[in-house]
């Protein structure tokens, strides 16, 4: 049982020369802003079009939610603690910012998985899609990678609040982290850092095993095809999706799976910026900007927009 006598955290912050507060929080508004919208505006373009309505925008406009979900439990409070000198968390509100946190970032990893094995239905199954992708199996799909982040965050979190946390309470950080949070422990953490790597690892290797199959085998029969055209085609419906798998996980496993004494405060904190607030920004404007169907469907709607405005 915990016996921690912490009741509050205090967050060191992204930085402390006062002097880029304020140019700090005006940057990280209007990445927020940014990542609200795109994602946001994803989700609703999604909705509305019906040349949308397949397998592959049902996990693009959850990737979105997912992004938009995280992203906001993170970066507001950030955003107040810039202009706070307290930049104080309770007990509960740290271990509650985690859970989201992590149950999050695990349904993106898995979410990234199915979307690549989507893919690889697509390029090498396609006269079986409709029946192999139904909207059963969808459904399904999506509601695992959902209860596997939620489960994966719930072992995480319980292991890292049974610790006593007893020689700060000052976390060397911008928001409540895994690694940050155990070095405040006074407790016997090899437990817990066995089950980040195990636990982490299996979700982590898991996916990119899915993902590295998937796409070599798409690879495999794009170079089959004869046309160039056809070629060009099967391959620019992978290319956002690989573009934002390269980010997610370069940064992920750059992250968590190192040696321990690699670790360094700084480039920590650069590389969470990275994947906590940039990425989730990053998701909506790969999608939109590499992806055909979706730039089309953006055109279709502003023109539309315009039309109705011309017409009133």
């Known amino acids: 049982m915990n016996t921690s006598l912490v009741k509050e955290f205090r967050f060191m912050g992204l930085t402390d020369r006062h002097e880029l507060y304020i140019p700090l929080f ?3 508004l209007f990445v927020y802003i940014i990542t609200v919208l795109g994602n946001v505006g994803i989700i609703g373009l999604i909705k509305m079009n019906k040349h949308l309505q397949k397998p592959m ?3 693009l406009s959850n990737l ?5 979900t995280y992203s906001s439990s993170v970066t507001p409070k950030m955003l107040q603690d810039l202009l706070s000198e307290s930049r104080t968390i309770s007990y509960i509100g740290c271990s509650l910012q985690m859970y989201i946190f992590v149950s999050f970032a695990t349904i993106e990893c898995l979410l990234l998985g199915v979307m690549a094995y989507d893919r690889y239905v697509a390029v090498c199954r396609p006269l079986l899609y409709g029946v192999i992708m139904s909207s059963i199996v969808c459904l399904q799909l999506v509601t695992s990678a959902y209860l596997g982040g939620f489960l994966t965050a719930l072992v995480h979190t319980s292991f890292v609040f049974h610790v006593n946390f007893c020689k700060s309470n000052v976390i060397s950080h911008y928001f409540c982290d895994l690694l940050p949070l155990f070095k405040l422990s006074c407790s016997d953490i090899s ?3 066995a089950v980040m790597f195990i636990l982490g690892g299996l979700v982590t290797m898991t996916c990119l095993i899915i993902i590295i199959v998937s796409y070599t085998n798409v690879v495999l029969a794009i ?3 004869r046309s160039a055209q056809g070629r060009y085609k099967a391959l620019s419906t992978c290319t956002s999706h690989m573009t934002a798998v390269t980010i997610f996980y370069g940064t992920v496993l750059f992250m968590y799976f190192r040696p321990s004494n690699s670790y360094a405060l700084q480039q920590d904190k650069v590389v969470s910026v990275f994947y906590s607030i940039l990425i989730p920004m990053l998701n ?4 939109s900007l590499r992806n055909t169907e979706v730039k089309e469907a953006l055109k279709g709607l502003v023109k539309k927009i315009v039309q109705n405005k011309c017409i009133d």
Not at 64 to 68: G, R, Y
Not at 284 to 287: A, E, G, Q
């Open 57 to 59: 925008y049902l996990f």
């Open 284 to 287: 909506p404007l790969i999608y």
């Open 191 to 193: 437990v817990n850092i």
């Open 26 to 28: 005006i940057l990280f």
């Open 223 to 225: 170079v089959r095809i």
């Open 64 to 68: 979105s939610f997912v992004d938009l």
